[in-house]
């Protein structure tokens, strides 16, 4: 079985005709290239851009949330050399006695809420719906004549690929828990949750369901939320006031220490995944870094064992090929697996080239 995982860079390099006018990667400088096509600024960003403006385009997202703006500044351009990864997650460290700063991270989810539904409807718009993913997905489609599942996991939380799931029959429902298995082959797995998604609160019934969402970041510090997941828009007034208790955005923050609490999907999801891992064989890796400690755990501990080799393909897609070789090697070691045959991707690097190449071949050799 098939397991293909996506991070930020996959998105970033989507569009197959216009493609990113810089290296995808998480390393790079942080600074976005000058603004020579008015389509750039919906570009899905990368992580160390997610509170960037450069174009001047989420302007409007920061000034709904007046409560992060204190915390703006400093994610902008965070402390000591640390990434934004790790601000979040200092910040997340004063939470402790410091209602106030829970306040402000929790409408961290709601602008990365707003931003992603935002960027992912501009750039299926620009891009005609037409993107990497479904080409990758036609590809593994053809390739698959053994009609085997395929999981797709994705930690990001825009919706580009499950827009490309559509066109191969894909069944959206309002149910999130059913989303995972609504199609006969291809699995979507999103462990940080999306920009559609929404949680009820468990102490619903003390509170009003018609609470718009600044006076639930007033109550962050008091709400909890249940394991009830929604297909909403969780900062559209006709939709958050249509359900009988109030909701918030079913989005991860994106701290640099990822534990068993940072997924944030349904348990169903976590459940389906279990079942399929000891099946899976070949291992396709686009745009990610690799870091998130919890999910790497939840393979070490659940891929198949046995045998000197468990992993019969694996195939990275990083901006070059030396990334993708550094990327397969920390891979493997933390997921503690030998991969029997393994493919750095295209030479000039991205997922343009990568599907361009049709590449993805190599996972279905002998």
């Not at 349904?266 to 995944?273: A, E, I």
């Amino acid at each position: 079985m098939l397991m293909v995982i996506f991070g930020a860079g996959a998105s970033y390099d989507s569009s197959p005709d216009f493609r990113p006018p810089q290296p995808q990667g998480a390393q790079q400088n942080s600074s976005a290239p000058p603004l020579t096509d008015q389509r750039e600024r919906w570009r899905p960003t990368l992580a160390n851009r997610l509170f960037l403006d450069p174009y001047g385009a989420f302007g409007e997202i920061v000034k709904r949330y007046e409560r992060l703006r204190p915390i703006l500044p400093r994610l902008q351009q965070p402390q000591g050399g640390r990434s934004v990864e790790e601000q979040l997650e200092f910040f997340q460290s004063e939470t402790k006695g410091d209602a106030e700063r829970t306040r402000q991270l929790f409408s961290v989810r709601y602008y990365l809420h707003d931003l992603f539904l935002e960027v992912s409807h501009q750039w299926l718009r620009i891009t005609n719906h037409v993107t990497n993913y479904v080409v990758l997905l036609d590809q593994i489609r053809h390739l698959n004549t053994a009609g085997e599942s395929v999981c797709l996991v994705t930690f990001n939380y825009d919706l580009l690929l499950d827009d490309a799931l559509l066109s191969f029959g894909y069944m959206k429902s309002e149910s999130v828990a059913r989303l995972a298995d609504a199609h006969p082959m291809f699995k979507l797995f999103k462990p940080h949750g999306s920009a559609d998604w929404a949680r009820l609160l468990v102490n619903s019934r003390t509170l009003t369901p018609r609470l718009p969402p600044r006076q639930l970041i007033q109550l962050a510090d008091k709400i909890q939320l249940s394991d009830t997941y929604l297909v909403a828009n969780a900062t559209d007034p006709p939709e958050i006031f249509s359900f009988e208790a109030p909701i918030v955005p079913a989005i991860a923050i994106p701290v640099q220490t990822k534990t068993q609490d940072t997924f944030e999907w349904p348990p169903f999801h976590r459940d389906l995944l279990l079942k399929l891992l000891p099946s899976v064989t070949k291992i396709l890796i686009i745009g990610w870094q690799a870091k998130e400690a919890h999910f790497l755990k939840l393979l070490k501990e659940n891929l198949p064992t046995g045998g000197l080799t468990q992993i019969t393909h694996l195939q990275v897609v990083g901006r070059d090929p030396t990334e993708a070789k550094d990327i397969s090697k920390q891979f493997t070691a933390d997921i503690g697996r030998n991969a029997k045959k393994f493919h750095p991707g295209p030479t000039q690097g991205g997922f343009s080239y990568f599907v361009e190449q049709e590449l993805v071949d190599f996972l279905f050799s002998e």
